[in-house]
């Protein structure tokens, strides 16, 4: 079956924003100039702009265009760091300790990672949010897409905002799966918690603007005095 | 400052779609038709559609005009029910036991839901999955909304259709927070668990097509081999 029209102009705006060729924020050609630039007609051009409108990735402005979707460390936070007071507020975590490692990658991670990865690069991080340690985090990469990531340890506490900045790869996606578990002993020790005390673990293949699985995550949050926020629809 | 007309135009949308004059999967009337009738500028009919489109309350199809978003038991089931088997197969919950009763509100109840309730109704209910049981759930609800409900019992699985088809309560959001905890006495009792066992606790507010609050629930989840399913963007 042939690719339809529109979704080629929606390949390309993609590659470009991935590319950083359209960088967020960046001004995108109007319908009739894209039109002419791709050789497809003005509607066509409308249907890529709104599909890419729905997918998050572009805004229109009344009057003024259309925009590439401005991302910034807040709406990193904002949007994939769910954990908040019970009354919704977010308190950006804090770094309480660090190792970035290279290992073999388990079966697991190798099916899922972009690329089949042999190794992952593995970060491990404990953060606090107010004084008190939440969240044991271990997010694992294929290293083709991070090439000497290992050497910039310490790593910024926006790791997502690190990989667009850095690598051009931009998250626009989670999947998660969230359990009740008690806490093993590694993680108990690290968020100072009774062995086997109920915490939220959390699973996340974290998907970037290409379709590309660039990270997987997994996450022990402390549950005590806090909620992890989601909104259905 | 004056209510933009495209406002004015989504209300009375939103008004016929909460009534029933517009029920699930019914043609709307046209950009022009409905401009006319409202006296409004295809303009501002069609940036009204956009937004309804947007909040997923009505859809599109090319050529054929514009639908009143088709929500099936379920769709209801798929988007509104998260707990899966690790590879994301969803099975439909079954009832093992179920009771509805009337009760004076807590005052958190009373502060969040629809009308301020000096009562609510409570429909508690254990369900399982596979013949395994998996979900002690308290719904309550602001008993002006739902006249009768009490004498309805048993109730249907899918609470959201009856709703639905019994009260023109159409459900669009949840807004919900999670936390593991150890399993309280009567949940572990009532989901064959030891009691302090690791569960899931979810809180949800359900919100309609009108924003009103019109159910609060609070399920405790077997985690042992289910996952909770969401995806952030």
């Known amino acids: 079956m042939a690719t339809p029209l529109y979704q080629t102009v929606i390949d390309t705006i993609v590659a470009r924003i991935a590319s950083g060729e359209l960088p967020s924020g960046a001004l995108l050609p109007s319908e009739t100039q894209l039109g002419a630039e791709l050789g497809v007609s003005q509607g066509t051009a409308r249907k890529a702009l709104s599909e890419l409108e729905k997918r998050g990735l572009v805004q229109r402005a009344q009057g003024r265009g259309t925009f590439v979707t401005l991302r910034t460390p807040e709406m990193s936070l904002f949007n994939f760091f769910r954990l908040r007071s019970p009354d919704g507020t977010l308190t950006a975590p804090e770094l309480v300790s660090e190792t970035v490692i290279r290992r073999q990658a388990t079966a697991e991670e ?27 985090e271990r997010s694992c990469l294929p290293p083709a897409l991070y090439p000497g990531i290992v050497d910039r340890a310490p790593l910024p506490n926006a790791l997502y905002v690190l990989y667009q900045r850095a690598y051009s790869i931009i998250i626009v996606r989670a999947d998660e799966k969230l359990r009740a578990v008690g806490a093993p002993a590694d993680v108990a020790a690290a968020l100072e918690l009774g062995e086997g005390a109920p915490v939220l673990l959390m699973r996340r293949a974290a998907v970037d603007v290409l379709d590309r699985v660039v990270e997987l995550r997994v996450c022990h949050l402390v549950s005590e005095g806090l909620d992890y926020f989601v909104t259905l629809s």
Chains 1, 2 share one sequence.
């Open 110 to 136: 190798r099916a899922a990672l972009f690329g089949r990865p042999e190794e992952v690069i593995e970060i491990r991080r404990v953060r606090s949010v107010g004084g008190r340690r939440t969240t044991h």
